[in-house]
């Protein structure tokens, strides 16, 4: 069994930046690709990003490329989501999740799933 706990969602200003972390517990989480996903009121949950194993190789959504960082720390089995220059429009409650198989943005490919943090950007 894997359980997954978010933190560090807030309230920020748009132009803001907050880091998330992810603390996950269970054997097996240094050898899976870790994702975040995000879900807006009314609307379907969305990728964000990923991180391979190593942390040699990241993917984002493109509006999250310039903007997010995701990163891994298996020592810790911690996955992080630092978001610089926040938008409104990256209000939404995020998740993060461990990837079990298929594409890294595909969302049925996640087995584990955190209860969520929420993330409201005023602007």
């Known amino acids: 069994q894997v359980q997954l706990v978010e933190s560090g969602g807030g309230l920020v200003q748009a132009g803001g930046s907050l880091r998330l972390s992810c603390a996950a517990s269970?054997?097996?989480?240094?050898?899976?690709?870790m994702g975040w996903f995000r879900q807006a009121p009314g609307k379907e949950r969305e990728f964000v990003a990923a991180i391979s194993w190593s942390g040699g190789s990241t993917y984002y959504t493109d509006s999250g490329k310039g903007r997010f960082t995701i990163s891994r720390d298996n020592a810790k089995n911690t996955v992080y989501l630092q978001m610089n220059n926040l938008k409104a429009e990256d209000t939404a409650v995020y998740y993060c999740?461990?990837?079990?198989?298929?594409?890294?943005?595909?969302?049925?490919?996640?087995?584990?799933w955190g209860q969520g943090t929420q993330v409201t950007v005023s602007s």
């Open positions: 269970g054997r097996t989480f240094s050898n899976h690709v």
């Open positions: 999740a461990r990837q079990n198989q298929g594409g890294v943005r595909v969302l049925e490919g996640y087995d584990y």
